[in-house]
């Protein structure tokens, strides 16, 4: 993850938000994926015009962890994400 990068949900899954967690449906490979909150907040802060860096921090400010822990949760969510190509990145 670079944190210069900026994530974006691609348009065709579709996303729906139930009790705090995420559920995806992918058309392209026809699978449904369901998002914990902590992953649920990295998603949906996926949208082009926000950071890495700026989800890091906004994962630290909500969840009260130290700044270590943020980076690697975010990393190891947005690379999930990106080798399930959920996931668009723009420079």
Do not use: W
Request: glycine fraction near 2%.
């Amino acid at each position: 993850m670079t944190e210069q990068a900026f994530p974006s949900r691609r348009k065709d899954v579709v996303c729906k938000e139930l009790e705090g967690e995420v559920i995806l449906f992918d058309p392209l490979t026809n699978v449904t994926h369901r998002l914990n909150q902590t992953a649920s907040l990295v998603y949906l802060s996926c949208d082009g015009l926000t950071s890495a860096h700026e989800i890091v921090e906004s994962y630290q400010d909500t969840f009260q962890v130290s700044s270590n822990i943020s980076h690697r949760d975010v990393s190891q969510v947005l690379s999930s994400l990106e080798k399930l190509a959920l996931l668009n990145y723009q420079a």
